[in-house]
């Protein structure tokens, strides 16, 4: 996977030259330096992972050469990372590789609301709880206690147990 292009296709897209960033890798790490300068630091050396920082986004690259794939994983609060930023990301540099298998768009604060089951996280986030389903913990007495049943929630990723 052309890990340069699809970066250059976010920056150039989503993310201004001169927007403070850090670069990570196991051999090279900078911070505080212009977004442009990342695409420099990509052509100029083979690294299997890293990760660029900036305000309000994250963007990590990594290849598991054991599994023969590579993974790319963008994380943003930015109004840009939206799905059809993301739709176009990937068709301009990923879509017409051989290799390519598949694409995810997670929206996460939809997936952790969709998960909250402990009655005491929707008190502090002031969210009510009437009419949702309840079950049990699944828990012995004394700590049993009733949570809220997310098991049939868009975005669930199975039961939990509070303590």
């Known amino acids: ?33 212009r977004a442009s300068k990342i695409e420099e630091i990509l052509d100029g050396a083979h690294v299997p992972s890293f990760e660029v920082l900036g305000d309000g986004f994250s963007f ?28 176009e990301l990937i068709s301009a540099t990923l879509a ?7 694409a995810h768009l997670v929206d996460e604060d939809y997936q952790y ?16 709880m009437e009419g949702l389903p309840m079950k049990s913990n699944g828990l012995p007495f004394p700590l049993e206690q009733q949570i809220v049943d997310t098991s049939q929630n868009p975005g669930a990723t199975g039961s939990a147990k509070i303590m």
């Open 1 to 33: 996977m052309d890990v340069s292009a699809i970066w250059s296709q976010f920056h150039y897209t989503g993310i201004p030259d001169e927007t403070s960033v850090s670069f990570g890798s196991a051999d090279i790490n900078r911070t505080s330096i």
């Open 60 to 87: 990590s690259y990594g290849q598991n050469a054991g599994q023969n794939y590579d993974h790319v994983f963008i994380k943003s609060n930015l109004a840009v990372l939206n799905p059809e930023f993301c739709d």
């Open 96 to 102: 017409d590789s051989l290799n390519f298998t598949q």
């Open 113 to 128: 609301y969709q998960n909250i089951c402990d009655p005491l996280d929707f008190k502090a986030l002031g969210l009510s």
